[in-house]
């Protein structure tokens, strides 16, 4: 009929020519060859399946997650004169029965369909009739990555697909997704059963795309709205939660926005109506949550902005990359918070399956890599998907806004021989710990305060080897697993440098050079001083029911309550982990120390000052005193004396940590004759065996307990 597939393409869908890698894709398509195609959004995947059903005789299924999605092709195909239909929830029974008898009557070439309903037995009878009455032509299984549990947006039911290699072997299948690395393209064939598949996969560079981070301000919404303000055309913006959702489309139409909500909590009805009302420019912004999937193939979006963090790489690249999918100037903006990744972590805390947490947290450390790197955006996401981009990409604002280029050869070569002293077994967090000279328990179990490399990076900070660590692994200088342990592994680059036949240079940042210069937060320490309270009742519950601690809450009950300090049992009881049984057993112990806490804050009594608050976060994060002084760049006596002042303003220090019992027992009978007022001589009494920072913790604590007897 056609005198050439572009004569085909002209006719259907109007286009003169292909783009890049389309041709071959459809000729193995027309051949009945197995495919997996892997192409970024806006590049053209669907009409990879879509002219190749229009050239065969019978019926191409098409396998899609997404309502929206199938509304939104089916739409587009029937706008071309071009017989598709789609079988869902939305349809009336008598709707269904329509178009199962056009499908009959060979009138439909595409089919879009949900894989529940593919897959359910009900349906497997009309599938046969199909089979039998007008062919099976191919089946395209859309959005692929669903398969694979180290996809972004796994889904159980895909992995039963299966079945339909099974029940119909001599139809072709081809896969289709806009992300997959290469542990999740070779999950697709194994759990699709795909037979020698020719695999396509084009480039994931979007180099239309504008990326950029920016930090989220006290006052984020503003701080949205007035980007918002400054683009022009369609957006979209993506939130942690349907609750933010809700809030920030209705700010936005308060602030002369049009703007409306979509996600997974709203009817059918209103997300089609939403999603119709984006698609014909009747609102200017949709803002929808993260985890749902939004099938919304407009491809005249100009941004796409991040309120929240997306839980993985692969999510923020497949959602960013619903901007400028015609090609056109666009642009994608992340809007970062040390806030958010808490909670996203509670939420991974949530899951049951150990497995699944260490890949969710795998993937979140990813998101955070590109949202803290100081290399080249753009190299950060297409490293992800085994890519290599070299140079300036000139379109992020790492690259418009270079940070310092230092030469960072000599580091690199202590980092990466810190790695193969420690056999190429442990993470960054190790490897740190064991260059800057930590006194954790997991470094001596292990033996590592014993090879060459422990403690010769004392002179830089945990943040400024991590900043080495993630521009390594950015540049492609080291390598990792990518089974949810992220082990750090030594490549060719890796030993061409320690051979110094490489050099290193990478970006340094400012925001990296040490913790101590974060921005003080009193009611995030005012939590964190709760919680260690909580955890102290825990446990003295846990030890009278002979139970682990966990058992009577999770701690990300107990961290929940430390931030919500709820006043009664009712608002105790909307704590994620309190049942009516919990209630009612320790709601009354727990809300005691709550309330005994929040009244201790009201009373006029000597606080914490900001830099002795910033020790103290660092403690309750299990920093040695050493490591505190080497983090904050103070003298060790100064740390000292910051958490002896603490101890006697009756801060959750943990004296034992610091200063061993026997000893504390003896400095405390020496306080008892000579008192507390005089170091010096508590000292000369003690002796050389004792130093002036144990007496002076010691003395903290004393004068606590000399102020609670009083009291």
């Known amino acids: 009929m056609f005198t050439s597939l572009e004569a085909a393409l002209k006719h259907f869908f109007g286009y003169d020519r292909f783009r890049a890698g389309q041709k071959q894709i459809i000729q193995d398509a027309i051949a009945d060859r197995d495919l997996l195609i892997i192409m970024p959004t806006g590049g053209g995947k669907s009409l990879c399946f879509q002219l190749p059903a229009l050239l065969k005789s019978g019926l191409t299924i098409v396998v899609s997650p997404l309502i929206a ?3 939104d092709q089916v739409d587009a195909l029937q706008d071309n004169g071009i017989g598709a239909t789609f079988l869902n929830s939305t349809l009336t029974s008598e709707q269904e029965r329509s178009r199962q008898q056009e499908i009959l009557e060979g009138k439909i070439k595409l ?26 032509s191919a089946i395209a299984i859309d959005e692929a990555h669903c398969v694979s549990e180290w996809g972004h947006d796994f889904r159980p039911e895909y992995r039963q697909l299966k079945q339909l290699r099974r029940q119909y072997p001599q139809i072709p299948i081809l896969a289709l997704t806009a992300t997959a690395t290469k542990r999740v393209q070779q999950d697709i064939i194994q759990q699709l059963e795909l037979r020698q598949p020719n695999i396509h996969l084009a480039s994931f560079n979007r180099p ?62 209103d997300r089609t109506e939403n999603q119709t009302r984006f698609l014909r420019d009747d609102v200017r912004i949709i803002v ?71 890949i969710a947290h795998q993937q979140l450390n990813q998101v955070i890599d590109y949202a803290e790197g100081a290399d080249c955006r753009r190299t950060i996401i297409l490293r992800y998907f085994g890519e290599r981009f070299r140079g300036n990409c000139g379109k992020c ?20 021989s810190c790695v193969v002293r420690c056999q190429e077994r442990f993470g960054m967090t190790h490897i740190i710990d064991v260059l800057r000279g930590s006194r954790r328990q997991k470094i001596e179990k292990h033996g590592h305060h014993l090879v060459s490399t422990y403690g010769i990076g004392r002179d830089k900070s945990a943040a400024e080897w991590k900043m080495l660590g993630r521009s390594l692994l950015h540049q492609g200088l080291l390598g990792e697993t990518n089974d949810g342990y992220r082990v750090l592994r030594l490549n060719k680059r890796s030993w061409e440098i320690l051979r110094k036949q490489r050099s290193v240079e990478i970006a340094v940042s400012n925001q990296h050079k040490s913790r101590a210069n974060a921005v003080h937060n009193p009611h ?32 990300s009950s107990l961290k929940l309550m430390a931030q919500l300090q709820p006043k009664n049992t009712k608002e105790f009881a909307n704590i994620s982990g309190v049942n009516s049984y919990k209630l009612q057993q320790y709601g009354e112990k727990f809300l005691s120390v709550i309330q005994d806490f929040v009244r201790s804050q009201e009373l006029p009594k000597p606080l914490p000052n900001k830099s002795q608050m910033q020790t103290l976060q660092l403690h309750l994060q299990g ?78 604590w004393w004068r606590s307990q000399q102020q609670d007897n009083t009291n």
């Open 69 to 71: 999605l199938m509304q």
């Open 524 to 555: 995030k320490a005012e939590a964190e001083v709760l919680y260690e309270k909580l955890k102290v009742l825990r446990k003295q519950i846990a030890d009278l029911q002979s139970v682990p601690p966990y058992v009577i809450f999770a701690d």
């Open 111 to 136: 089919l879009y369909i949900a894989p529940e309903r593919l897959l359910n037995s009900k349906f497997s009878g009309f599938l046969a009739e199909i089979f039998h009455s007008v062919g099976i």
């Open 288 to 358: 929808a949550t993260i985890a749902f999937g939004m099938g919304i193939n407009k491809p005249d979006v100009r941004f796409v902005f991040h309120y929240d963090i997306p839980r993985s790489l692969e999510s923020f690249y497949q959602e960013s990359g619903r901007a400028g999918r015609d090609g056109e100037i666009a642009k994608s903006i992340l809007f970062f918070s040390s806030g958010d990744i808490k909670k996203i972590d509670y939420l991974i805390e949530q899951k049951p399956d150990p497995d699944e947490q260490r």
């Open 623 to 700: 920093l040695t005193v050493t490591e505190i002084a080497q983090e904050r760049g103070l003298a060790i006596s100064t740390i000292c004396t910051h958490l002896s002042e603490l101890l006697e303003m009756n801060q959750p220090v943990a004296l034992n940590k610091l200063v061993a019992p026997d000893i504390q027992k003896i400095i405390l009978e020496a306080i008892a004759q000579q008192g507390d007022k005089s170091l010096k001589s508590l000292k000369e009494a003690l002796g050389e065996s004792y130093t002036y920072n144990e007496i002076k913790l010691v003395v903290g």
């Open 208 to 269: 239309n795309i504008y990326y950029e981070v920016k930090t989220k301000e006290k006052n984020s919404y503003y701080q949205l709205l007035k980007e918002v303000r400054q683009q022009s055309g369609s957006g979209i913006v993506y939130c942690l939660s349907r609750r933010r959702v809700d809030e920030i489309a209705f700010k936005l139409n308060n602030d002369g926005i049009d703007a409306v909500p979509y996600h997974a909590g709203m009817s059918d009805r």
């Open 397 to 416: 604002d790492n690259c418009l806004n270079p940070k310092p280029i230092e030469d960072w050869t000599i580091e690199a070569q202590k980092f990466l």
